[in-house]
């Protein structure tokens, strides 16, 4: 196997789209998965490797880790894209949903990032290009969320870890982040819901999940970029 990209939480969504876009580029593919969609069965059947990861403590995130090692000696990228959108309405117990924002989204990438470096310095020695990593926060590092506080504390704590593990990786990894709003409806999303939230955007269009998989191609295929957060949110921020 070549050197994979690793994408965590790729069993829905954004990351399934990019596993897809990967593997039918002839990529080899390792992907995350909490629960096991027949999406997963269907990767699988294309060729990724698929792994069973529980990021809820530290125990899962280390076997994981030790069962990533048994399938692959290098990796071309990270993608983290394992993520809970959780909001304080639904979790009367803030602590718990503060940690638990916190371990999904900030701890989680960080002891990833620092347990598989070497992964990724062995692709980078054997193709004398850099390795990526890259994260994907969210709009809301830059404007904080009154209905989501932990999920937006957490995202902006992704956000500046791309700028710490970019300074303590360069040259050799580049680490960078995609930050979108709206990309994809959910199926139980009210007409007038999605009304409301295309007026908040420019663009006032749902872009689809191929705005990020470009979004990853440019950073893959750049050998300079590094230590920044690529927006992806159709102008919001001038609304």
Not at 167 to 189: C, T
Request: hydrophobic content about 40%; glycine content about 6%.
């Amino acid at each position: 196997m070549t050197s994979p990209i690793l994408i965590t939480g790729a069993g829905q969504r954004i990351g399934l789209a990019l596993a897809k876009h990967y593997l039918a580029q002839g990529q080899s593919v390792i992907i995350t998965y909490r629960t096991r969609h027949q999406a997963v069965d269907l990767l699988e059947q294309q060729g990724a490797v698929c792994i069973f990861a529980d990021f809820s403590n530290d125990t899962g995130i280390s076997t994981f880790i030790n069962t990533l090692n048994t399938h692959t000696s290098s990796l071309r990228a990270i993608i983290h894209n394992a993520s809970s959108w959780d909001c304080e309405a639904n979790n009367p117990d803030f602590a718990v949903l503060f940690d638990s924002m916190m371990r999904i989204h900030a701890k989680t990438p960080y002891l990833i990032n620092l347990l598989c470096a070497d992964l990724l310095l062995n692709y980078q020695a054997s193709h004398n290009v850099p390795a990526d990593i890259i994260h994907l926060t969210d709009y809301v590092v830059e404007t904080g969320s009154p209905k989501h506080l932990a999920y937006a504390a957490s995202k902006a704590a992704l956000d500046n870890l791309t700028k710490s593990f970019s300074a303590k990786y360069a040259p050799n990894i580049k680490v960078n982040s995609v930050a979108p709003s709206l990309i994809i409806f959910n199926e139980h999303d009210d007409e007038a819901y999605r009304a409301k939230t295309l007026k908040k955007s420019l663009m006032g269009i749902e872009p689809g999940c191929q705005e990020i998989i470009n979004s990853i191609d440019l950073l893959l295929q750049s050998h300079y970029i590094t230590g920044r957060a690529l927006p992806v949110d159709g102008g919001r921020h001038l609304k």
